[in-house]
């Protein structure tokens, strides 16, 4: 573990090399700490740390994950041969009411990793979104309610209720919006070091 990473400040903020980048994911516990060196992957997590070579990560997936408080939050799910895992998210708590993205500094850092992992050769399984059989289960849900709020819609127009079919078109309107851009977003794929999925970064 480099002697330089936990004395960084706890979270780097937009302006951080792309080689380090830290989150709090709650404000209670210290912050998720991540270092690009020669000798791989250096993280330390809650006391814990370690290194992983490049060519030692098994896999990686990246997902939307957008949250109440933070409906632009992105997630890396990092896994190494050995099964152990770590996660890392785009965005830090600050204070009760406040969770900061880190766009910039998230995408840097993910990109540069994909980086070196394919100059040292790395095998390892880049993935996309979510699971297959939860996306479908989303896309079902999506779909059904799709068809029910539809349904209350003709029959709003029908007996005149215009009050309520312009709230049925506004309500419609911002599903379409959050849920429709998650399962959008999350479709489940594949992908290769040269084509990172831009939906699936800031």
Do not use: C
């Amino acid at each position: 573990m480099p002697t330089s990473l936990p004395n960084q400040p706890a979270i780097p903020g937009e302006g951080a090399p792309e080689t380090r980048y830290a989150y709090k994911a709650s404000l209670i516990g210290s912050a998720h700490q991540f270092e690009l060196t020669d000798a791989g992957l250096s993280w330390q997590i809650a006391g814990r740390f370690g290194v992983w070579a490049y060519t030692d990560i098994a896999s990686i997936r990246l997902t939307f994950r957008p949250m109440s408080m933070q409906s632009r939050r992105f997630r890396a799910d990092i896994k190494s041969i050995g099964g152990r895992r770590i996660a890392v998210l785009s965005t830090t708590w600050q204070t009760v009411s406040l969770m900061a993205p880190q766009d910039h500094g998230y995408r840097a850092f993910i990109t540069e990793l994909h980086r070196r992992m394919a100059a040292a050769g790395s095998k390892a399984k880049l993935i996309a979104g979510i699971g297959p059989k939860t996306y479908f289960a989303a896309l079902a849900m999506v779909t059904f309610l799709a068809i029910s709020m539809a349904g209350l819609l003709v029959r709003a127009l029908w007996i005149g209720e215009w009050y309520g079919a312009l709230f049925l078109v506004g309500f419609a309107a911002l599903f379409a919006w959050q849920i429709g851009g998650f399962v959008k977003r999350n479709r489940p794929r594949s992908y290769d070091f040269d084509h990172l999925p831009e939906a699936l970064l800031p």
